[in-house]
């Protein structure tokens, strides 16, 4: 449900956050800056792309790879990621071919991804003393980054300007002090990225669980999670149903507010490759995005030569949050014309057999009025009947989407609508068709399979409770927004975090801040510095890592070397083992993996039967706990071995779907109401090509043709005309949400192919604008997708209200 913020009903409040201005923190330490100030002058503008990928992808990821790393430590381990006997990349969560591999699997986005972590450069206990937690958060998050690999465990004492080196076993201790000191296991919470692996995530989740909580908030709160309710809803299985090899055979696909040239670059080869065996490809997006409209591949000679195969057939320009509008009129025109003739466009055989719920959606599809799908979609009756014909011609249909679709107050049912339109044709349990979710951080899904989740299932702790001896919270925790919430009211006293940064990736970026600097302690695992490392509790902990390049060895009694290896799961269910093999950054690493297993020796102890630090020392009894708790991971050690790994059960694959009724649920998805006002714009946020989620690799947006910014907010020019405003010219940017008003300033704004009262900021420099109490009903997903703002020059002054 979606949570208000009980601090915030009794008066409204100004949060303007200028970006000359510090964040002044109460907890001891100085103030520092959630957003510093770009320097003027930089950004330059040229027009946006109309192909992606090429010659100067493979310049940039190179560039970027050996500018990071050096020559040899930039490029070798690019021949390893996504291999067999390498390692998973640290990047997107798209599948790696089972048969056959490039020598070159991965993307530019890959490249970047590695080359962070293979970065030369050391951030050690002389550069903390050079720098103070303040003078760090005047910099930007991509000068954060660029200082290089966190080298040892260091701390943030109350009342302190600067960190200062600990050493493992005090920071064991530490934690276990504060924890010691709680009231209640609830206050304490333990957020996890999508990057941590299969091993770290069950070990996370069963030292937590263990310790007495269900607090156990993920980046798929935030995410993805619409995307798991409406499955799990609809067809009993909360991930996708296609794999790769389906993109070969499928007829028609449609991409649904994704950016994949940018976001999952490698997807682009399998649409590629249903294009040439003869697919329809539809595009649905507020924004044209280059890769979708041109691709040249470059593991092919023309692609390298800049020719580019055009993936996209029809490409249909959604007003933001339009998608129900649009999906529900391409199911009328189908339902009508199924109606006129008698029948045959809606696969009865199909839907009598495996689906329950039918009548209710076509009543509502019935009912619907045109004028209305029209107008909130910004898509003519015509073109929807033509996107329906090319639907009713073809049987093998893919939908694939991303955070474009989930992230809104209506993100469940804007999956469940797609959802729908592949019930009536019967485009899911065959090949060539299906639901493809494309999931973001490389092990996103298999954190949640691994049980990280704030609402865990009786069948699943009963599991655990056989398997280990105690028995689990049965309450459910806080998710990630309403962990938020919990820490601004003073209920959470220690929040940890494996690796992710949360400050940044959450709405409401003050709110989050000042929720952060009430805790006792905020301790981090992660490969570098963020700015989550400098809003912190009253104390802080960085705890440095190995990343996936990494290796990690470990030397017997009898001097034998021994090779540890973790695994990970991809966006179509295959895990697979991942090995780093490369020198650590600094002999102080530990394995994400192991630190936990040491923090759970020190809180939890041997009040459980595990014994933490043997699980440390070889993650094979981790695999063999994790096969005696999760199904499908049956023979887990010999399984993760194979070559490519091994899927996992996956019962709408066979049309087999685990619902209360045995059957797939149709559903009836109500079009969202209008939310924008005259003089009102709808605000999404959008990443640049050079980043991934709140990461930033650069200041570059190339496919947009955006340079040397990040504060921009991209206008359709005839709104830029209205407003009589200039390109370039700086602007204010306020949203005003129940009556409290939240303000970015000194951004600049830019001519862009948008829709009309429709514009586009990055993410998280967009983040301060947005609610926290916006969220979706049913997955509690917070809406960055939309939110009602108003635009003005910078020498003009609003009070933000309506």
Known sequence: MSTTLPSQQAEAFSDVIDTDESFPLDNGHAPVHLIPTEKDGQLKQTPVKTKGTGL???????????????????????????????????GCAWPDPDGHRSAFEFCENGAKAIAHESDRRRVTRDFFERYSVSEMSRHSDYWLEQQGRLTEPMVLREGATHYT?????????????????????DEACFYTSGKATNEAAFVFQTMVRAFGTNNLPDCSNMCHESSGRAMTRMFGNGKGTVLLEDFKEAELVFVVGQNPGTNHPRQLSALQQSKRAGAKIITVNPL?????????????????????????????????NGDIALFKGIMKQLVEWDDAEGGGIIDREFVQQHTVELEPLLESLRAASWDEIA????????????????????????????LGVTQHLNGTQNVQEFLNLLLLRGAIGKPGAGACCVRGHSNVQGDR????????????????QAAFGFDPPRHHGYDSQRAAIAMHEGKLKVFVSLGGNFLMAMPDTRYGGEGLQQTELTVRIGTKLNRADLVTGKQSLILPCLGRTESDVRIDADGTKREQISSTENSMGVVQRSTGRFAPASKDLLNETEILCRIAHAIVGDRVGIDWLAWANDYDRIRDAIAKVIPGFEDYNRKVRQDGGFYLPNGPRQRQFPTPQGKAVFTVNPIPREEVGPGEFAMTTVRSHDQFNTTIYGPHDRYRGIYNARQVVMMNEADMVELGLKPQQPVHVTSCFEGNIRRVCGFKVVPYPIPRQCLAMYYPEANPLIPMERTDEFSNCPSFKLTVVTVEAADKRSDGHR
């Open 449 to 464: 399979t691994m049980g990280v989740w704030e609402q865990p299932k009786r069948e699943f702790l009963d599991r655990m």
């Open 288 to 320: 044209p995005e280059a890769g979708l409209m041109g691709f040249m591949n470059p593991q092919e000679v023309g692609g390298m030569l800049g020719i580019a195969t055009q993936l996209t057939d029809v490409f249909l320009q959604v007003k933001i």
């Open 56 to 90: 100067s992808a493979v310049v940039s990821s190179f560039k970027y790879a050996i500018g990071e790393a050096g020559l040899m430590r930039g490029t070798l381990p690019m021949l390893q990621v996504n291999q067999k006997d390498g390692f998973d990349c640290p």
């Open 165 to 185: 080196p600990i050493s493992w076993d005090d920071a064991y201790a530490l934690i276990a002090d504060e924890l010691g000191k709680l009231d209640s296991p």
């Open 375 to 402: 107008r909130r979609s910004g898509i003519s009756r015509d073109q929807i009947s033509e996107t329906a014909t090319l639907v009713r011609e073809r049987e093998k249909i893919v939908i694939c989407w991303c």
